[in-house]
């Protein structure tokens, strides 16, 4: 019994997506604005607030 390949047209085959759908997908994409990488930033820098005050309270306790 011969497995079933998925047939690729030759068009398709290495397709370079053409300029208008690479534009589409860039408006789908919002931009990322100063307050989105201000709160990115604050996120972060909680987290590792809480792992290190993890680590610490793990180490006095121990």
Do not use: C, S
């Amino acid at each position: 019994m011969k497995a079933v390949r998925n047939e690729v047209e030759p068009e398709q085959r290495g397709a370079v997506p053409k300029a208008h759908e690479t534009e589409k997908k860039r408006e789908e994409r919002p931009e990322w604005g100063p307050q989105d990488r201000v709160l990115i930033a604050l996120v972060v820098g909680i987290v590792i607030a809480m792992v290190l005050a993890f680590t610490i309270v793990l180490a006095l306790y121990r």
